[in-house]
């Protein structure tokens, strides 16, 4: 069974950094592509980015091309979200999410899901 587990949420001020972190188990990391999204509250959830199996494809919201970085440790079986210069508009729940049918497509699809974590950018 595949299990996503992310971490490193938290309250932070306007213009901080914050690095979220997702360890994956049951399968190997090698396998999948992995992706990160939010849901602000009373709002629809929405892609933030995605990264390829190996590591070396990744693709953007808009609004997280230029402050958002994805990274993974494969041995790790941990993937990364490092959040630059967040602004309050920031503020939801961040999940991670694991696609093992096609790890190097190009696509906002995953079978597998993590609970999440609450990420809060307030004064």
């Known amino acids: 069974q595949v299990q996503l587990v992310e971490s490193g949420g938290g309250l932070v001020q306007p213009g901080d950094s914050l690095t979220l972190s997702c360890v994956v188990s049951?399968?190997?990391?090698?396998?999948?592509?992995m992706g990160w999204f939010r849901q602000a509250p009373g709002k629809d959830r929405e892609f933030v980015g995605r990264i390829s199996a190996s590591g070396e494809g990744r693709y953007y919201a808009d609004f997280a091309n230029d402050r958002f970085t994805l990274s993974r440790d494969n041995g790790r079986n941990t993937v990364y979200l490092q959040m630059m210069k967040l602004k309050p508009e920031g503020t939801a729940v961040y999940y991670c999410?694991?696609?093992?049918?096609?790890?190097?497509?190009?696509?906002?699809?995953?079978?597998?899901w993590g609970q999440g974590t609450q990420v809060t950018v307030s004064a």
């Open positions: 049951g399968r190997t990391l090698t396998l999948a592509a």
């Open positions: 999410a694991a696609d093992f049918d096609a790890p190097y497509a190009a696509r906002r699809y995953f079978e597998y």
